[in-house]
């Protein structure tokens, strides 16, 4: 057993939340009781995630994705408010921990992301260290990278830019296709994140640079499961981890 405080203090520590100029709050978002025995991991906090936690009779529901972000609308109105009611029917606390959890050099899940991959981390830049630098142990073709992808993700990839082999990639998890042109601009053979845009087919097609979409809940399954299980380690902790068939 362990504290809704020590918790969150923990994460702060350890995620280095104030070092980021983030599109939502991290942290605590719903509040509900003080004692924790029990977490609920997922990606993001949707109606089913807080079922699933209700479910497992947890304590906390912590998450990448949280539920307020800063263009949306600050009503608690329709599928909000559901989301919202069940968490406060279990009395069940929400956490959600976005750019921080992308960017950890451990936890995070661009670290994470390569890890899986076998990929070889060589250094972090651009948009407050969002982005990934490093090399692939054995270059690759584009569709070998895709059909690693696929194998190790359980999605099929999105490639444009033609076939080439691959060296040196830039990757970043989750909706990232915007930094597209500073992968480019950083030399590398290809990019990875998770979504596609209708710009980066034409990026990709005339500088020759292949832009991979590997799926944005696909390529961030793995930070929170990490988060999750540092937690379960340093408090004690029952973790357990939800995840849904989410294709985008």
């Not at 069940?92 to 390569?114: F, K, R, T």
């Not at 999105?158 to 950083?186: L, S």
């Amino acid at each position: 057993m362990s504290t809704r405080q020590a918790i969150l203090d923990w994460c702060k520590q350890t995620l280095q939340t104030d070092l980021y100029q983030d599109y939502a709050p991290n942290g605590l978002q719903i509040e509900g009781r003080e004692e924790i025995f029990k977490i609920v991991t997922a990606v993001t906090a949707s109606r089913a995630a807080a079922a699933y936690a209700v479910e497992q009779g947890a304590d906390m529901l912590l998450v990448h994705h949280g539920l307020f972000w800063k263009s949306e609308p600050v009503t608690v109105t329709g599928w909000k408010k559901d989301r919202i009611a069940t968490l406060l029917a279990g009395n069940i606390n929400m956490a959600g921990y976005h750019l921080p959890l992308d960017a950890h050099p451990v936890l995070g899940n661009n670290a994470q992301l390569a890890g899986l991959m076998g990929w070889e981390t060589e250094y972090r830049f651009g948009e407050q260290n969002l982005l990934n630098a490093g090399r692939l142990n054995t270059p690759q073709t584009t569709a070998q990278l895709c059909a690693d992808l696929q194998s190790r993700l359980g999605r099929t990839p999105v490639a444009v830019g033609g076939e080439r082999i691959i060296k040196r990639i830039v990757w970043c998890t989750g909706g990232a296709q915007g930094f597209f042109q500073t992968a480019i601009e950083e030399g590398a053979d290809a990019y990875i994140t998770g979504e596609i845009s209708e710009a980066q087919f034409h990026l990709a097609n005339e500088t020759g640079v292949v832009f991979v979409s590997a799926g944005h809940h696909a390529t961030e399954r793995y930070g929170i499961q990490a988060l999750g299980a540092a937690l379960a380690q340093e408090f004690g902790i029952e973790t357990v981890f939800f995840d849904e068939r989410n294709p985008a």
